[in-house]
């Protein structure tokens, strides 16, 4: 049973920073993309994120690039999200997500994504 545990959710004030770190077990962490997604209350899932098994392809999505960074261990079995700059809109509960299917390109689409962490908050204050 693979099995994702994110950590590293917090109260930060705007223009702060939190790390956030996700850890997989149970299955080949390396032949993985992951990726961060994220849900604030009252909308739907939304990419954050990706990074491809072998760290060549990241994605980001417009409203975080140049503010967060994804970054994977594939010894250690973890993908982590350096979030900087934080605003308000960044409030939400982040997921990371595992996708078994080799692409081309990492994807964004929630959907498609195999494995799931039970998610960890993240308030922004003002």
């Known amino acids: 049973q693979v099995q994702l545990v994110e950590s590293g959710g917090g109260l930060v004030q705007a223009g702060g920073s939190l790390r956030l770190s996700c850890s997989v077990s149970g299955g080949t962490f390396s032949t993985y993309a992951m990726a961060w997604f994220r849900q604030a209350p009252g909308k739907e899932r939304e990419f954050v994120s990706v990074?491809?098994?072998?760290?060549?392809?990241?994605l980001y999505a417009d409203s975080v690039k140049g503010r967060f960074t994804i970054s994977r261990d594939n010894a250690k079995g973890t993908v982590s999200l350096q979030m900087n700059s934080l605003k308000p809109e960044d409030t939400a509960v982040y997921y990371c997500a595992a996708d078994r299917t080799v692409r081309p390109w990492p994807t964004p689409t929630p959907g498609l994504y195999d494995y799931w962490g039970q998610g960890t908050p993240v308030s922004v204050s003002s």
């Open positions: 990074i491809s098994r072998n760290t060549y392809r990241i």
